[in-house]
Structures are given as structure tokens and as C-alpha cells.
């Protein structure tokens, strides 16, 4: 008999530090990282809320990597500024930054939206 008393850390439940609920999206985006202006790269989103979104991508990013995205959803063009807040297993979670308060309604109803469906 065992006397371990080591907690399994795989059972234990991740801690949610988003504080905006997120919603399944595919969305293409385009998007051209701050320092290659000359290169444009695309890719699909997993999941989008407000303060941001999921990419599944084939580009590795470094945490804290500056990104201009370019969204086209039903006919509307969403610009945002982002970060990378995270990169796993081909895909990276990218923070909006500075959203201006009509582009973070806009958002706000993109997200209802696809709640919806």
C-alpha cells in the first residue's frame, strides 16, 4: 500500500482567468505581425470573446507578440491590435488591446451572434 500522498496535478481542474465569456467562432483572420509588416498570415479562429481570441495556426508565436488582426464577419470588418497571451500545440491565444468602445460593442454582438447559433 501506497503512502504517496501527492496530489494528481492532471485531475486538478485548470483555474479560468478570462473574465469575458467565449463562444465557438470559426472565423478567418488575417492578421500581419507589428515587426513583418511586408508578410500577412491567416488563420482560423477556435473561439472568440471580446477581450479576444483562439487561432489555430502553423506559425509559432512568442508569448507577448504583437498582431494586427483583420476579421471579416457577415460583411463587417473587424481591425484590432492584439498580443499573444499564449502558444500550445499549434495554436495561440491572442488579447485584443486597446478595443475602442465601438469596436468592443461590435464584439459584444458578434459574440451574442454566435451564442445564437
Do not use: H
Not at 4 to 30: C, F, G, Y
Not at 32 to 52: D, K, M, T
Amino acid at each position: 500500500m501506497s503512502t504517496d500522498s501527492t496530489p494528481d496535478r492532471a485531475a486538478a481542474p485548470a483555474v479560468e482567468r478570462r473574465k469575458d465569456e467565449r463562444v465557438v467562432a470559426r472565423i478567418e483572420v488575417r492578421f500581419q505581425e507589428a515587426s513583418e509588416a511586408a508578410r500577412a498570415f491567416r488563420a482560423y479562429s477556435l473561439n472568440l470573446s471580446v477581450g479576444g481570441l483562439c487561432l489555430k495556426t502553423r506559425k509559432q508565436y512568442e508569448v507577448g507578440a504583437a498582431l494586427q488582426l483583420l476579421l471579416t464577419v457577415e460583411d463587417q470588418e473587424y481591425s484590432l491590435s492584439g498580443a499573444v497571451a499564449w502558444e500550445r500545440d499549434g495554436a495561440i491565444g491572442v488579447r485584443f488591446e486597446n478595443v475602442d468602445p465601438t469596436d468592443r460593442k461590435r464584439l459584444s454582438d458578434l459574440v451574442v451572434r454566435f451564442k445564437r447559433r
